[in-house]
């Protein structure tokens, strides 16, 4: 099978060995690496963003990345991409010339305008789009009210972009009542998780040495959402139950510790420990290379996440791999990866009295600590590895080429408004 992904924001590359790597970049890296170990041929379209990337990158046998010049050749945040669109879509449509892919998978709403505009201007009518959200602007506006920085045409794009897409690929059940809620037909959605590289994150190996008798850990990029300063607000209650020889490891950031003093959020966070008297148990550590992280998260008692709203989340799989339990907001995708009393522990949003309540109850319990981790390592490796995800990926594809009849593409002027 030819496959066309569409990643506008979200390079592969970044997660095979930049810094600038989320949860899309390795989403989209190690899909298409294990799609390609199938024997299909993918190629990725990403936009350009720095002018010295060469048009076209071989990654690995069947599986190339190709630079769109789509804008400015720099780093625009994602936010402010919806103009370039339609020149990506352009671009892709001129790489594919006279022979479209037999199907298109786009992750992330715009890249969904870019991938069906594509497949009008290629006259590949019969070529269907996947489309993988990753994250859903009604959620994100639920949360962060005034706060979102979308584009306003998210608002009526998104849903047009499910309503025109072949098959949609729901990264867990939460997003399918999300999705329907927006009007989208749920006999269209699969679902299919993230996954998570089982080379890397294992549960042998070494541990980076830590300096108390007990870590917690969290990991991911440093913005209010993720609730970082709830683990924060945790640590005082946690030391009235009797743990005060707790270091909290924070991992994420834009750069290396010594970049955090121009992160606000990381001002914001250290502000608060000083503020709350822990600021000698807390660290933050910045961004660290992914081969670090196994060692790191092994070294961990307990890994907090505790965001407002997860779409999925790939941090508690790559705890759960590495055998180390979770203590999860039971918010979207985490209620999915993580099973409560059986791989962690689920608390309810914003709540730091419940993170406190759960990581004391396992700092305290060294059995139930390793049967968690024990548990969580081998649900990580019997359902999220990539082959599996992949597996489950082509099965939607080839649902999606059965069905047959393409959904009504978006006309332009549907997309027009950019």
């Known amino acids: 099978m030819r496959i066309s992904m569409v990643s506008e924001h979200a390079s592969p590359l970044a997660a095979l060995g930049g810094v600038d790597a989320g949860g899309q970049n390795v989403h989209v890296a190690a899909l298409s690496t294990a799609l390609a170990r199938m024997g299909h041929h993918v190629t990725v379209y990403t936009r350009k963003d720095d002018a010295a990337l060469p048009p076209r ?14 804008g400015p050749a720099r780093h625009v945040p994602k936010d402010k991409l919806l103009p370039y669109m339609d020149r990506l879509a352009e671009g892709i449509a001129e790489d594919w010339g006279a022979r479209p892919p037999d199907i298109v998978h786009a992750h992330f709403w715009m890249s969904g305008l870019a991938a069906l505009d594509a497949a ?39 849903p047009a972009v499910g309503r025109a897409a072949d098959r949609i690929i729901a990264t867990c059940s939460d997003e399918v009542f999300e999705l329907k809620a927006m009007g989208i037909d749920t006999a269209k959605i699969s679902i299919a998780p993230c996954g998570v590289d089982l080379d890397l994150f294992a549960g042998f190996g070494a541990a980076e040495p830590r300096p108390r ?24 209650l946690l030391r009235e139950a009797g743990f005060d020889d707790v270091e909290l490891l924070i991992v994420g950031g834009g750069g290396g510790a010594a970049a955090l003093g121009a992160d606000p959020e990381a001002r914001r966070l250290s502000e608060l420990a000083v503020e709350l008297g822990v600021d000698h148990q807390v660290t933050l550590r910045g961004q ?8 790191i998260l092994r070294s961990a008692d307990v890994v907090v996440c505790a965001p407002w709203y997860e779409p999925f989340g790939i941090v508690p799989l790559e705890a759960m791999a590495c055998g180390v339990p979770v203590v999860a907001a039971a918010v979207g995708g985490l209620t999915d990866t993580v099973v409560d009393r059986a ?19 396992i700092l305290s319990d060294p059995e139930l600590r390793s049967e968690l981790g024990r548990a969580g390592r081998q649900r990580a490796r019997s359902r999220y590895s990539w082959d599996r995800v992949a597996a489950e990926t082509e099965k939607a594809y080839r649902r999606a080429l059965a069905d047959g009849a393409v959904s009504r593409r978006m006309e332009p002027a549907e997309g027009a408004a950019l």
């Open 57 to 70: 990158v071989a990654i690995q046998p069947r599986l190339d990345v190709v630079h769109v010049a789509a």
């Open 120 to 158: 009008r201007r290629s006259g590949g009518a019969g070529v269907p789009v996947v489309q993988t959200f990753h994250a859903l602007g009604t959620v994100k506006r639920r949360h962060q009210g005034s706060d979102d920085t979308s584009p306003p045409q998210r608002r009526w794009l998104e």
């Open 213 to 236: 008798n007990h870590r917690i850990l969290s990991v991911g990029r440093l913005v209010p959402r993720k609730g970082v300063d709830l683990v924060i607000r945790a640590l005082p």
């Open 288 to 295: 660290v290379p992914r081969e670090d992280m196994p060692g």
């Open 343 to 361: 791989t962690g522990l689920h608390v309810p949003p914003r709540d730091p009295a419940a993170i406190a309540v759960a990581v004391a109850e």
